[in-house]
């Protein structure tokens, strides 16, 4: 079946640090997405990706959409409390409805 | 722009009755809506599409007459848990698009529904 590998699950840092996850899969993605996820909402969208080798920045956050098409990263420069949180990564593929697929998350504490 | 409003956002109920949730899409028109599940500290897992107009289609194990899906207009769709176990506890939530856009463009996502079963 589809499915996404992300890591790390979690994440201690300090505040001010900077922070790297990524996600990877078997199969080929056309879209790589990037959400935030605060306890007890639904996940916000951070970044969003769709060209191969494509490098995009929003903010202290900057993502990359892997030149094989099966990876992606997210890097969160001089992270802050705020930043606290679960983040996933998501892809959906060619032909399927426009459904999104997760990754498992990664939960990012930031001591201050 | 693009706030899909999910209600309700909590409720408690008991064994063997249904609970339905409703998903809106308040500013945009959405042909397509997406109800995923989450258990704590554990991933989106995808359930099922609801269609507008046409039935839902629901991913592998998940029982289409557990989890009843119905998309009657453009903005709203609506997921019904009939017959809750304990087990059905978990939260729900539900995304769309604007019709409009293409297939991989991002979802929105409604704020979950926390469903406890007693």
């Known amino acids: 079946g589809q499915q996404l590998n992300q890591s790390p699950q979690s994440m201690f840092i300090q505040e001010g640090e900077d922070v790297s996850m990524n996600c990877t899969s078997s199969?080929?993605?056309?879209?790589w997405l990037w959400y935030k996820q605060d306890p007890g909402e639904g996940p916000v969208l951070l970044i969003a990706?769709?060209?191969?080798?494509e490098l995009t920045s929003n903010g202290r956050l900057t993502a990359q959409f892997g030149i094989t098409r099966k990876d992606s990263f997210l890097n969160i420069s001089a992270s802050i409390p705020s930043d606290v949180g679960i983040y996933f990564c998501?892809?959906?593929?060619?032909?399927?409805?426009?459904?999104?697929?997760f990754g498992q998350g990664t939960e990012l504490s930031v001591k201050p | 722009g693009a706030v899909v409003s999910q209600h309700p956002s909590r409720v408690i109920c008991k064994s063997g009755t249904s609970v339905k949730i409703e998903c809106r899409s308040l500013?945009?028109?959405?042909?397509?809506m997406f109800w995923y599940r989450q258990f704590p500290k554990q991933s989106l897992m995808l359930m099922a599409t609801?269609?507008?107009?046409?039935?839902?289609?629901?991913e592998q194990g998940v029982e289409k007459d557990k989890f009843l899906i119905n998309h009657a207009s453009l903005t709203l769709s609506t997921l019904t848990v009939t017959s809750a176990h304990p087990e059905d506890s978990s939260f729900y939530i539900c995304?769309?698009?604007?019709?409009?856009?293409?297939?991989?463009?991002?979802?929105?996502f409604g704020n979950g529904t926390r469903l406890t079963v007693t």
């Open positions: 990706l769709y060209k191969a080798g």
């Open positions: 199969s080929i993605f056309n879209t």
């Open positions: 609801s269609n507008e107009g046409s039935k839902a289609t629901y």
């Open positions: 500013d945009f028109q959405a042909t397509t």
């Open positions: 995304s769309a698009r604007d019709y409009r856009d293409a297939d991989n463009s991002p979802l929105h």
């Open positions: 998501a892809g959906s593929f060619y032909n399927q409805g426009g459904k999104l697929i």
